[in-house]
């Protein structure tokens, strides 16, 4: 059974930074994209960051310059190095993988304070 453990969520002042990981086990097969969306209450689900078997990465505009997506393959591991945090970062972040079909983590707080 296939299983995301998200960690380093948590409140930190406008301008501070976190690390967010997320290990997935019971994994068979290679992992495709690894990536991480966000939901702040109120608001739809948006899309973060992701980054493919080959390293390529995307973000969203929102976060472009701030944050940094990386992924340990022997490790089953994609993290998401944010910096800059602001305010509007608040949300419950959310890692997923696709190997064959998308599994979802359960989610972590992420609290930006002004």
């Known amino acids: 059974q296939v299983q995301l453990v998200e960690s380093g969520g948590g409140l930190v002042q406008a301008g501070g930074s976190l690390r967010l990981s997320c290990a997935a086990s019971g994994i068979i097969f290679s992992i495709d994209t690894m990536g991480w969306y966000r939901q702040a209450p109120g608001k739809q689900r948006e899309f973060v960051a992701s980054?493919?078997?080959?390293?390529?990465?995307k973000y969203a505009d929102s976060v472009t310059g701030r944050f940094a997506i990386s992924r340990d393959n022997a490790k089953n591991t994609v993290y998401l190095q944010m910096n800059s945090l602001k305010p509007e970062d608040t949300a419950v972040y959310s890692c997923y993988i696709t190997v064959a079909r998308d599994y979802w983590g359960q989610g972590t707080q992420v609290t930006v304070s002004s």
């Open positions: 980054i493919n078997s080959g390293g390529s990465a």
